[in-house]
């Protein structure tokens, strides 16, 4: 089957459409953008890209007969025309969202054609990722073809992110994950601020850069992203994730208290602690309670906090709250210790 005019029309169209419903999913305008990826279906229902971004999470039925549907057309290209690189990367794409061997797909996309750096995104991840696991499994994910370095795996995801293709705001969005574990969090700031001119609307990039802020040692940003980022909340009427309003609390009252200013911190680590929230935005904001009356000199208050934290968090798996309790109620009680027996 040879590609006419009339096809690159109808895949110009069905591009533009999705990259108005891209928008809108990264906007947090989540029905919207259903409803555009449903109009780019419904003009071209033989173009495997719209159904690939269709799947949402929580709709599992409705995914598996979206993500297999993208499948079978990019299967479909791919027998018709076995060296196009484009089909190929929708082959792959396609899988990548359903298996995570999508990875021998893509590098096959980078051998047909090495400039679709939007296929090293996840072949970048999965180098990235083998590098981290233990020499054992790095053993055998190399037996099994995948091939690890830290830097070369992130030198891919940043060279998509830089590429002209659907894949790119998914590989801004990685980088931000990527740099905050390699504690290049100045690198992730400016990722976050490259979201933010690009998607205003959505009020997560400006929580997100106030988490981020702190471990760049500027809290003070800290603030001002999280106080924007408070605003568009008020304003914005559409549907939140569970524990959002509590994670902003968190955050908020954890830039505060870094701050030193206590009384507003314990302002908003009480409100965070009243509304509804995983186990471990509850464990955390009790940490930090804890921690605030600790240095107040109100030990038993803390350790009360450090002790709900512990558990909290340790229901959630979050061992790093769970470790950072425990030390903080070893301290108090250390410090305690000591004061009670000074002359």
């Not at 602690?273 to 109100?298: Q, T």
């Amino acid at each position: 089957m040879v590609a006419t005019d009339q096809d690159a029309i109808a895949a110009a169209d069905t591009a533009a459409r999705a990259a108005r419903a891209r928008s809108l999913l990264y906007s947090l305008d989540y029905d919207l953008a259903r409803a555009a990826l449903g109009d780019a279906i419904a003009a071209d229902p033989r173009n495997p890209s719209a159904y690939r971004q269709l799947p949402a999470p929580d709709l599992d039925t409705e995914f598996h007969q979206a993500i297999a549907r993208a499948i079978a057309l990019s299967d479909e290209r791919v027998r018709d025309r076995p060296h196009d690189a484009d089909a190929r990367f929708e082959l792959g794409a396609a899988l990548g969202y359903l298996a995570s061997y999508t990875a021998t797909i893509d590098r096959r996309v980078l051998q047909l054609d090495a400039r679709r750096q939007d296929a090293g995104l996840i072949v970048g991840l999965y180098r990235y990722a083998v590098s981290t696991l233990p020499a054992p499994w790095r053993l055998l994910a190399h037996f099994a073809g995948f091939g690890g370095g830290r830097e070369r795996g992130l030198r891919m995801v940043e060279e998509a992110a830089a590429y002209p293709a659907d894949s790119r705001v998914n590989a801004l969005f990685t980088l931000i994950v990527m740099y905050s574990r390699e504690a290049r969090d100045d690198a992730a700031l400016d990722v976050l601020r490259q979201l933010q001119h690009d998607y205003p609307r959505n009020r997560l990039l400006w929580l997100e850069a106030g988490s981020t802020a702190p471990r760049a040692g500027r809290p003070a940003a800290a603030r001002q992203w999280l106080e924007a980022g408070l605003q568009k909340l008020s304003a914005d009427s559409r549907p939140r994730a569970f524990g959002e309003d509590a994670r902003w609390r968190l955050t908020y009252g954890t830039t505060l208290a870094a701050l030193h200013d206590r009384a507003g911190a314990q302002r908003e680590l009480a409100a965070a602690l009243a509304l509804d929230a995983p186990d471990w935005v509850r464990g955390r904001a009790h940490k930090e309670a804890g921690s605030i009356a600790d240095a107040a000199g109100g030990r038993t208050n803390a350790a009360d906090h450090y002790r709900l934290a512990i558990r909290l968090c340790g229901a959630d798996d979050d061992a790093a709250c769970v470790d950072d309790a425990k030390r903080l109620l070893d301290a108090s009680r250390r410090a305690g210790a000591g004061n009670a027996v000074r002359p």
